[in-house]
């Protein structure tokens, strides 16, 4: 059955912004930038039980590019800063990042000149996951938030 049987002569209205935002929250394409031991977990969530293909954001992207969420996973030391700055400056708008980690969202339980204490200090973050390392529901939890945000913003926004 086709769109035009079933609506007639209908027409639905919607905000471009509603729309867009629709989209985008439903099609993260994410750049892991995985340091550290969070990096198991991360993984574990990737695997099947947790089925993160619903909320759309299954598919990893190696190139920044092609990546709008950034996940910082695990430690992040003063060499690393630079890079991490380099990498979140090749993706394009729009683009979000998330802290996965105690390390990443505070330097964790390391308090020495060689770490950063928390990713915040190098880029814009947008969703912090606690945890040491964060459960696969915390991550779900956090991109559920994500989604939230995404769909409170507007095209017409510039970060
Ligand atoms: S938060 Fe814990 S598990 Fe994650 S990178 Fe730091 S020490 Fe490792």
């Known amino acids: 059955m086709g769109l035009e049987t079933i609506f007639g002569n209908s027409y639905i209205t919607t905000?471009?912004?509603a729309a867009i935002n629709w989209a985008r929250k439903f099609s993260f394409f994410q750049y892991p930038f995985v340091t550290a031991c969070c990096g198991m977990e991360f993984m574990?969530?990737?695997a099947s039980t947790y089925d993160i293909a619903r909320?759309?954001?299954e598919y990893p992207r190696f190139s920044p590019r092609q990546a709008d969420v950034l996940f910082v996973v695990g430690t992040v030391n003063q060499k690393l800063a630079p890079i991490l700055k380099r990498v979140y400056d090749q993706m394009?708008?729009?683009?979000?990042v998330v802290a996965f980690g105690a390390c990443a969202t505070s330097g964790g339980f390391y308090d020495n000149y060689a770490v950063v204490d928390g990713i915040d200090?190098?880029?814009p973050v947008d969703i912090y996951i606690p945890g040491c390392p964060p459960r696969p529901e915390a991550?779900?939890?956090?991109?559920m938030k994500l989604q939230d945000k995404v769909s409170r913003e507007s095209v017409m926004d510039k970060k």
């Not at 394009?92 to 979000?96: G, L």
């Not at 991550?139 to 991109?143: C, K, N």
Request: proline letters at 5%; glycine letters at 4%; aromatic letters at 14%.
């Open 44 to 46: 574990s969530t990737w």
């Open 15 to 17: 905000r471009l912004d």
């Open 121 to 123: 200090r190098i880029i």
């Open 55 to 57: 909320f759309g954001a």
């Open 139 to 143: 991550v779900l939890d956090a991109l």
């Open 92 to 96: 394009c708008e729009p683009k979000w």
